[in-house]
């Protein structure tokens, strides 16, 4: 299955590659916007019907209830560990990293962003790193599922609510939707404010990283 | 990215499935999966057709390869510490 995966997303990238540098065939909004969310809501509308016919996963969320919560909070607090030291270990300026860290995957936020507070440096890396967030997860999402049922869920961060979240109903199972979503739902929410907080701890002192 | 958009199809996929669930079961499995390649090949495609993310890829690829997999290592072992008190499993 991950071949296909693979495959799809190494055809979307040449196509999408040939279609900027080389013949515009499409404007390449069709595709990266139009044809994405049209999959998109498609996808989790067939998920939501699968989720609300299966009746355990709704008797499990019922137990669950509001502590579902906990696990945005846990990926939250658990990124934002990781930038600082992901800072120490590239010997880069701590707030910006953990301004970059603290975007959960949601790269078309934490870029702009990024870039209006620390500089457009910062905002392609923190396009980059967020951007391989959400790449890491679709790839390692076989293996990281015999870590643990909810492992993708945590590495997809804010992505868990939309790019992410078919790929790891498909594999977690449909009871996952819920946990998955809410978590993705709750990290979008926060990303902005997290960035933002982050950043008025410091200025960046030295501008060149790297 | 606009809520709506995902919560709208979300929710009203649920109401469909909730009055089918008594009818019989429906596979969805493979056109699902059919979907989900036409949703990665559009992910590649805005790749791709991004140059500024291409071009930077080079000077911040590093970098950013170690903070999304601390991320994501970090992340995933706070969740599995959480489980429990999540009340998964």
Redesign the interface.
Known sequence: ?IK??LA??????????????WATVVN?VW???Y???A???????????????D?NSISKIR???P??L??PL??A???I???L??AL??G?NVVA?TA??AG???Y??TGPLVSQIFGA?WG??G????????L???L?VSL?VK?????P???G?ATA???TL??IV?YCGSDTLI?A?SSG?VL?IIAPFTIMAIASLGQVPNPL?? | MNFALLVVPLVAGMFLGYFLREKRKVNLGKATFGIILVLIFSLGFGIGSNSELLNSLPDVGLSAVVIASLAIVFSVVLVKAVKRTAGLE
């Not at chain 1, 799809?8 to 279609?19: S, V």
């Not at chain 1, 396009?127 to 959400?134: H, K, S, W, Y």
């Open positions: 299955m296909y995966i799809a997303l190494m055809l979307g990238g040449i196509a999408g590659y040939l279609d900027a540098n390449s595709v990266s916007g044809l994405l969310n999959s998109l809501m498609l996808l989790l509308f067939v998920m939501g019907v699968a989720f609300a016919m009746k137990r669950t209830g502590r579902i906990i696990v846990a990926i607090l658990g990124t560990l990781s930038g030291v992901s270990i590239l880069i990293t970059v860290s959960y995957g949601w078309t936020l440096k392609a890396l396009f980059a790193a967020n951007f391989l967030r959400e890491l997860t679709i390692t990281m870590v643990d049922k909810y492992a869920t945590a590495s961060g609510m939309d790019t078919p790929i498909r946990t979503f739902f979008s990283f790297l």
